[in-house]
């Protein structure tokens, strides 16, 4: 009896689909699937692999000898190699022995397509199934499109779940069942309205923070299993929590197992190395120019959506994707048909990718880490876009670290470097991002950042957080931010929990906690985020005092919030406020709040509005500024 029998989940037009770039659901017949023919149970094997002279599965199950199990060709030329392996089941080691027509090289390669895969540096494929698992979130899903809209609040909390919280006892970091139980309530209970894990598919390199993935469809075996994974999605969505995953289509490692060179030829990859080597990363770049590596990634992002049941995919590295001269010097690329410097495919690609995303799922979002000023990566595919939901503000980013780093003596003379970001705030779907970049390699903490003694280094950081909260755009904050981490972020270490012992990391998490609450609680805030008639500036001149005001506007008029920012310890006693209309405003909340750790200067009473004219306004009214914070009115 043979040991491999001839056995094929591919239909004629599944064949066609995956030849075209257009199969979407490649997870459905690529991979290892537990079945049953002709009477016997087993697993059933296939791999694209056109390069290969022969193709062996090899495992824990015949001693790795490629000579046990080969798998057969394809006769339709798909490059595609297959078969039905008998009396094998769920947790069998595997990889794939390939033999290449290219100088008859030999490599053993992890299943691209593999649910699972052994924990690093082991570097196995292991049979799995995930269909067994039996969802809870029901309700979630149900009325997820009302949660997760581009006219709904977005406070996202980033996390490393290697990083995030460790065992101290045991000197490991949590795995999935543990995050489940301490990660979920503690999102919770800071009103954050969505989580975002950095890249979870299966990666060898625990430096590269997953973003060197050799595993695409298996979330990685460092915290447990996929059915494990699965169930802190749930917990998240139990508790009402969107949950969004950094997905990774710009690049893959060059590791032995991994995609490279995966049939002894350029498979996945670009062949010309201008196109397919990354020389800030030295990881290779998919060939976005052929057909099937396009229904790989866009099945990818697919799978996670449908099996894991994902609420958004935040897209890496997307300038990376569509400029050919990205971190090129002269000589080291060529200009696209037209002349021009960006990669026409990647441009194709990621239109697309969101038009798949779109059309097969309702609520959900896709998010471009994109830092250039490449046109419409927000509008719709139909209308010239990449077709994206939102993508990250790093223009507003960058200039809102680099102003608060100065010495409030300073401010002064660079208004501009904090107002400027309203000038485009509207021409993109922008969030605002303080992220785990902002962190790392030497740049200091957000904490660390500020200037000043030690009230002043946390007056400013509420400051910083307050006026991103009423700044258009939705949000996002890595873990820590959110106590006043001092160090660094070490993906080898845990959070600084110990500094919640201090009351000022303790009254900074507080007011983190209210933040997210007010945000959510005044629509303002987040109704015409991505558009120019939700924002009005009373005064952007005010450059002698370091003073900003803006009004916030929702649907509902009476819902209007007026904001004025403060970047100096200076406090304004009598400061006038131009308004557009007459009543009484009264005082919401300022983040120098005792409670928050400042000095309790604020407006107790109802201010009246007078009829006298200032800053361009008709009315104008008399309020008290408190130092280094912003404070938020409404009309009464």
């Not at 003596?409 to 993109?428: C, G, K, M």
Request: hydrophobic share 35%; glycine share 6%.
């Amino acid at each position: 009896m043979a040991k491999v029998k001839p056995f094929s989940l591919f239909t004629d037009f599944d064949i066609n689909l995956f030849k075209a770039g257009k199969h979407y659901n490649l997870f459905e017949k690529f991979g290892s699937h537990i079945c049953t023919v002709d009477g016997e149970d087993g697993v059933y094997f296939a791999v694209w692999a056109p390069s290969a002279k022969s193709v062996s599965v090899i495992g824990d199950f015949n001693y790795w000898n490629a000579q046990e199990h080969q798998l057969y060709v394809r006769w339709d030329s798909s490059g595609i190699w297959e078969g039905f392996i008998p009396n094998l089941g769920k947790g069998s080691l595997y990889k794939y022995a390939i033999l290449s027509h290219n100088n008859d090289i030999k490599t053993e390669k992890a299943d691209p397509y593999a649910l699972r895969a052994e924990h690093p540096p082991k570097t196995a494929s292991i049979v799995w199934d995930n269909s067994d698992y039996k969802w809870k979130d029901t309700s979630w899903m149900s009325y997820r499109k009302d949660k997760n809209g581009l006219d709904k609040p977005y406070a996202v909390y980033e996390v490393h779940l290697g990083s995030w919280m460790k065992n101290l006892e045991e000197k490991r970091f949590l795995n999935y069942k543990e995050l489940a139980e301490n990660l979920v309530p503690y999102v919770k209970s800071m009103n954050y309205t969505h989580v975002e894990f950095m890249p979870i598919m299966e990666y060898p390199y625990d430096p590269s923070w997953g973003y060197q993935i050799t595993g695409y469809f298996a979330p990685t075996s460092r915290f447990g299993t996929p059915q494990e994974f699965m169930a802190l999605i749930d917990a998240f969505h139990q508790a009402n929590i969107g949950v969004i995953l950094d997905w990774v289509p710009s690049h893959f490692p060059s590791d032995a197992h991994g995609l490279g060179f995966f049939d002894g030829s350029h498979l996945y990859e670009h062949p010309d190395s201008k196109k397919g080597y990354h020389p800030d990363w030295e990881s290779l770049i998919f060939n976005y120019e052929r057909a099937e590596v396009r229904s790989f990634l866009i099945s990818n992002a697919i799978f996670w959506m449908q099996q894991f049941h994902i609420d958004a995919l935040r897209v890496d590295a997307v300038a990376s994707m569509i400029y050919l001269d990205y971190s090129r010097e002269d000589g080291q690329w060529e200009p696209n048909m037209y002349g021009g410097n960006e990669n026409l495919a990647a441009v194709s690609f990621l239109k697309e990718f969101n038009e798949a995303i779109y059309t097969n799922f309702e609520g959900v979002q896709t998010i471009a880490e994109e830092s250039t000023a490449f046109t419409g990566v927000t509008n719709k595919v139909e209308f010239g876009g990449l077709g994206f939901g939102m993508k990250w503000m790093m223009g507003w980013m960058h200039d809102t670290l680099n102003y608060f780093k100065k010495d409030p003596v300073y401010r002064s003379y660079h208004q501009n470097d904090i107002t400027f970001s309203l000038a485009y705030a509207f021409s993109e779907h922008f969030m605002l991002p303080i992220s785990h970049d902002e962190v790392v390699y030497g740049k200091n903490s957000v904490l660390g950042r500020m200037p000043g003694d030690e009230w002043q280094r946390f007056a400013n950081l509420r400051l910083l957080f307050a006026y991103m909260y009423t700044h258009p755009g939705t949000k996002l904050m890595f873990m820590g931010a959110e106590f006043g981490q001092y160090n660094e972020w070490n993906f080898q270490s845990s959070l600084d929990w110990n500094l919640l012992d201090f009351i000022p990391h303790q009254q900074t998490q507080k007011f983190i906690k209210f933040l997210n609450s007010f945000y959510q609680n005044h629509p303002a805030l987040y109704e015409k985020a991505f558009s120019m008639d939700g924002f009005e500036w009373i005064s952007y001149e005010d450059h002698r005092n370091a003073v900003m005001s803006y009004i916030r506007k929702g649907h509902d008029t009476k819902n209007d919030l007026i904001v004025v920012c403060n970047f100096t310890p200076t406090m304004h006693k009598d400061y006038s406020l131009g308004l557009p209309r007459a009543g009484k405003i009264v005082e919401l909340f300022n983040s120098d709040a005792t409670e928050f750790g400042g000095s309790g200067v604020n407006n107790p009473k109802p201010i009246k509005i007078n009829k006298k004219s200032w800053n361009g306004k008709p009315y104008s009214a008399s309020v008290i500024i408190p130092p280094l914070a912003v404070s938020v009115f409404t009309y009464k």
